[in-house]
């Protein structure tokens, strides 16, 4: 496999575990985040102070990234449970805009000249390069999307479920908001932090810019694409959203004009995913494989 | 006393572009529940035909309003073509729509016109005068003069008129206004010609302002006004006027004389959040 190959696969790998994250807060539990790509630079951020200044390794590093940003995303949770809708939707973008501007404007975190120098990760005493790193990231792709598959399964992903059809009833019958809610924000931020940590060890440089509101909105167009709620549509969608403009390369300059017109043809025509309920793909796919209902 | 005086005054300038945009976004939100980001897109195009009209004909009547024509039909188009047929899902659908509508609108001004900045040499009629010994240009007075002249047509039209009746009827509930013999989907056009057009012209001021137009010139405003709907109560447009006054003020005077350590682009999402905490229905919101 070529370099640009595996460094492409990388990147998807990375954006499919942060997205996984993002569709636990939005397709499973129903919260709008616009602010996904603030989790992802916290997970980012730490992980690089860690290893720069601290000289942890990845590993050791790992749990303490995952558990901060988890915990910088349970306390941002709480204005979730305040309001809701198109008021949380503003309040995400806001929090990205206000974490990027943290990161961008004190001293601590680099400021505009960001970090740098952060080591490879190395495992067994064996340095992770291109290909072992692109496994390592399916590894831990495989790993996320293993719980989200455990939490729809469980009563903690049912109860998510039903706070995203109906929030009052939901609480009628006894799921409390506040908890799954919450608990929601912490896997979702959590996934975004273990993503963020691999980015760092990947880019081994990192600045604030890279964390700012366009990937927020493209995290978003991936679970959307792909099908919101739905187990795969996280990476299907990456895949997608990861693949597209590097397909529009030989347009040069009509490059990303192509890729916002497609994006928005696809939220146009087809707005539940491509894998989600009633799409045509799911429709060609019941045509073609009639199921027998028990 | 001079500079404070002079802060000031540009201070109510920004508050009141900012005002001229937000109310567009106010009226849309009030009506369809949509964030309208796409908004900003038709503030950048109204600039950008504004300048070229200008340059064309040499005449800044006829740029304004061309553009302020160009401008609505465009908010028109938007919501014919992305918003109307999107409504039955949930809001972020429609609100990703406008986002990528507001990027691909860049992206097109970037292709068209390039990405260089255009100047906008245009000298505006109106009055200099003084104020403590200040001199207001004749750009800040005519930013000024075209503010209030839009607030007082826009609050003769919603409070006086049948059409104004008629709005503020489909933004409190559209099926019912629907039953009631309005034809709201009329209405909700007509809406979004105002908010465009009122855009175009806040475009136009602005690169008079600055001396500016550029492809991304709509990118801070995109976000910035969001959050001035939100301080000032979803859908109050009194209230989004107020909020947008208050944060040109304070963005103005803050930088000038505080040594705050963020951007001046990130206050006005500190201060939604405290807002969203202390009064989630906003300043002037009603829930």
């Known amino acids: ?294 | 006393m001079h500079l404070f005086l002079e802060q000031l005054l540009n201070g109510i300038a920004t508050g009141s572009i900012y005002a001229l945009v937000t109310l567009g976004l106010a009226l849309v939100y009030g009506i369809l529940r949509i964030l309208h980001v796409a908004h900003a897109a038709v503030y950048t195009i109204g600039a950008y035909i504004g300048v070229m009209l200008f340059n064309l004909t040499g005449s800044l009547i006829a740029a304004v309003v061309g553009s302020m024509a160009v401008s609505a039909a465009v908010g028109v188009a938007i919501e014919r073509f992305v918003y109307f047929p999107l409504l039955k899902y949930p809001p972020f659908v429609p609100l990703i729509g406008s986002i990528a509508v507001f990027l691909s609108v860049e992206e097109l001004c970037r292709l068209v016109a390039g990405p260089q900045i255009l100047t906008f040499p245009a000298r505006l009629p109106f009055p200099e005068f003084q104020v403590g010994g200040v001199t207001v240009s004749a750009t800040l007075s005519a930013i000024y003069c075209i503010t209030a002249g839009v607030l007082l047509v826009l609050w003769f039209v919603t409070t006086r008129t049948r059409l104004g009746l008629a709005m503020r009827a489909a933004s409190q509930d559209i099926a019912i206004s629907d039953a009631m013999g309005i034809n709201s989907h009329f209405i909700v056009s007509v809406t979004f010609v105002i908010g465009s057009a009122v855009a175009a012209v806040a475009g136009i001021l602005v690169g008079i302002y600055y001396n500016q137009v550029y492809p991304t010139m709509g990118a801070i405003p995109a976000y910035k006004t969001l959050a001035l709907i939100v301080v000032g109560g979803l859908g109050s447009v009194p209230g989004a006027v107020a909020a947008a006054m208050l944060l040109g003020l304070a963005e103005t005077l803050l930088i000038g004389f505080a040594n705050i350590p963020l951007p001046r682009d990130a206050l006005a999402f500190i201060a939604m959040i405290i807002v969203l905490m202390w009064r989630p229905q906003g300043l002037l919101g009603s829930r």
């Open chain 1, 1 to 294: 496999m070529s370099g640009y190959l595996v460094t492409l696969g990388t990147i998807i790998a990375i954006n499919a575990i942060v997205a996984c994250g993002l569709n636990v807060i939005v397709g499973f539990a129903g919260q709008i985040s616009l602010g996904h790509a603030a989790f992802f630079g916290i997970g980012a951020y730490t992980a690089a102070l860690l290893a720069v200044k601290a000289g942890l390794s990845f590993w050791a590093a790992l749990p303490i990234v995952v558990a901060v940003t988890a915990l910088v995303g349970l306390l941002l949770g709480l204005p979730s449970l305040r309001v809701r809708e198109d008021f949380l939707a503003i309040t995400t973008i806001g929090i990205n805009f206000i974490v990027e501007a943290v990161f961008l404007y004190v001293p601590f975190f680099g400021g505009a000249l960001g970090i740098g120098g952060i080591p490879r990760v190395s495992l067994f005493e064996l340095r992770l390069r291109g290909p072992e790193f692109f496994a390592l990231c399916l590894v831990f792709l495989a790993l996320a999307m293993l719980v989200c598959r455990a939490l729809t399964r469980s009563w903690a992903g049912l109860a998510c479920f039903a706070l995203r059809e109906e929030e009052a009833a939901a609480a009628g019958v006894g799921i409390s908001p506040v908890r799954f809610k919450l608990l929601a924000f912490v896997i979702g931020t959590g996934m975004a932090g273990l993503g963020g940590a691999l980015y760092a060890h990947f880019m081994r440089f990192i600045s604030a810019t890279d964390f700012g509101f366009p990937l927020s909105v493209s995290l978003l167009s991936m679970i959307v694409l792909g099908g919101m709620g739905t187990l795969w549509g996280p990476l299907l969608g990456a895949v997608i959203i990861g693949i597209l403009p590097e397909l529009f390369r030989p347009l040069v300059d009509y490059r990303i004009l192509f890729y916002t017109v497609l994006l928005l043809l696809m939220i146009r025509f087809q707005p539940g995913g491509l894998l989600g309920e009633d799409s045509a793909a799911r429709r060609v796919l019941r045509r073609l494989l009639p199921r027998r209902r028990p």
